[in-house]
Nanobody, 116 residues
Framework: QVQLVESGGGLVQAGGSLRLSCAVLGSGKVFGTVTMVWYRQAPGKQRELVAHVSTSGTTRYADFAKCRFTISRDAAKHTIDLQMDSLQPDATAVYYC????????WGQGTQVTVSP
């Protein structure tokens, strides 16, 4: 059974940075065949896409993430990272990783809180 384990969240002041990491455990060769995505869910809001990275390394970002967030993947470690810079309070949310092409359970996410 595949397990998604997100980490790296925390409390940071506006303007600060965080680096999130997601370990995809037990996926075997599947990790190398699927696009991976970071999502986030703020209190009272629907889950939304932040960024995704394809198997070839092509990346795409939500408008709010462009120029401030960077997604990357490590094929050997089966991890994806999200570097977040110039964070603002509206980035406060629980961040999750997942793939739209795999029937995996969601992980617990990692809480990011940005104070003014």
């Amino acid at each position: 059974q595949v397990q998604l384990v997100e980490s790296g969240g925390g409390l940071v002041q506006a303007g600060g940075s965080l680096r999130l990491s997601c370990a995809v455990l037990g996926s075997g060769k599947v990790f190398g065949t699927v696009t991976m995505v970071w999502y986030r869910q703020a209190p009272g809001k629907q889950r939304e896409l932040v960024a995704h990275v394809s198997t070839s390394g092509t990346t795409r970002y939500a408008d709010f993430a462009k120029c401030r967030f960077t997604i990357s993947r490590d094929a050997a470690k089966h991890t994806i990272d999200l570097q977040m810079d110039s964070l603002q309070p509206d980035a406060t949310a629980v961040y999750y990783c997942h793939s739209p092409h795999a029937f995996w359970d969601w992980g617990q996410g990692t809480q990011v809180t940005v104070s003014p």
